[in-house]
T-cell receptor, first 114, second 112 residues
Framework: AQSVTQPDIHITVSEGASLELRCNYS??????LFWYVQSPGQGLQLLLK??????LVQGIKGFEAEFKRSQSSFNLRKPSVHWSDAAEYFC????????????FGTGTRLLVSP | DTEVTQTPKHLVMGMTNKKSLKCEQH?????MYWYKQKAKKPPELMFV???????INESVPSRFSPECPNSSLLNLHLHALQPEDSALYLC???????????FGPGTRLTVT
């Protein structure tokens, strides 16, 4: 079955340090992959997406992600974290089960320390 | 206009009440979605509308009744809810099903 795994429930990063959030997917076909961010009590904001082509994709707010087919991974990175980046991050894959829908990972909560 | 709006922001209702959640987008998107999100969990898909027709119902109880009056508007009618239905209800839209989805801010629902 199609699934998305985010192995880290919580991550704490110092402000100004680099960040990498892990995402692994299980899907037979070429996946459509997404990263969303959610601040407390808010909706989800799309950070970036991968459909095809260049495996390094740039997103908003200085985020980027790299698609690695051999590792079934789509990790999110940012070179320098800001306190405002503290939020919940969800990786998602669009799967076709007769009709396309998003399957979300369980999320990673990012905490930023001063 | 690149946003999805949802009203109300907060809703408290009793188990015998009838209420509705509203979602609107003016991006020309033809797919719209309802999700339910419990605390510390990812969103769970409830319904998908494509070109104003219900395409997916993820086995949602009949006390939740979606409606898509036109391509910009999506409603979720609520009746005889249970306390466990308390959650954040998110609406999303995309150009077509399968494209990237844009989410509204959600309605925080509390059932007493």
């Amino acid at each position: 079955a199609q699934s998305v795994t985010q192995p880290d429930i919580h991550i704490t990063v110092s402000e100004g340090a680099s960040l990498e959030l892990r995402c692994n997917y299980s899907y037979g076909a070429t996946p459509y992959l997404f990263w969303y961010v959610q601040s407390p009590g808010q909706g989800l904001q799309l950070l970036l997406k991968y459909f095809s082509g260049d495996t390094l994709v740039q997103g908003i707010k200085g985020f980027e992600a790299e698609f690695k087919r051999s590792q079934s991974s789509f990790n999110l990175r940012k070179p320098s974290v800001h306190w405002s980046d503290a939020a919940e991050y969800f990786c998602a894959v669009a799967v076709n089960t007769g009709f396309q829908k998003l399957v979300f990972g369980t999320g990673t909560r990012l905490l930023v320390s001063p | 206009d690149t946003e999805v709006t949802q009203t109300p922001k907060h809703l408290v209702m009793g188990m015998t009440n009838k209420k509705s959640l509203k979602c609107e987008q003016h991006m020309g998107h033809r797919a719209m979605y309802w999700y339910k999100q419990k605390a510390k969990k990812p969103p769970e898909l409830m319904f998908v509308y494509s070109y104003e027709k219900l395409s997916i119902n993820e086995s949602v109880p009949s006390r939740f009744s979606p409606e898509c009056p036109n391509s910009s508007l999506l409603n979720l009618h609520l009746h005889a809810l249970q306390p466990e239905d308390s959650a954040l209800y998110l609406c999303a839209s995309s150009l077509r099903v399968g494209d990237e989805q844009y989410f509204g801010p959600g309605t925080r629902l509390t059932v007493t």
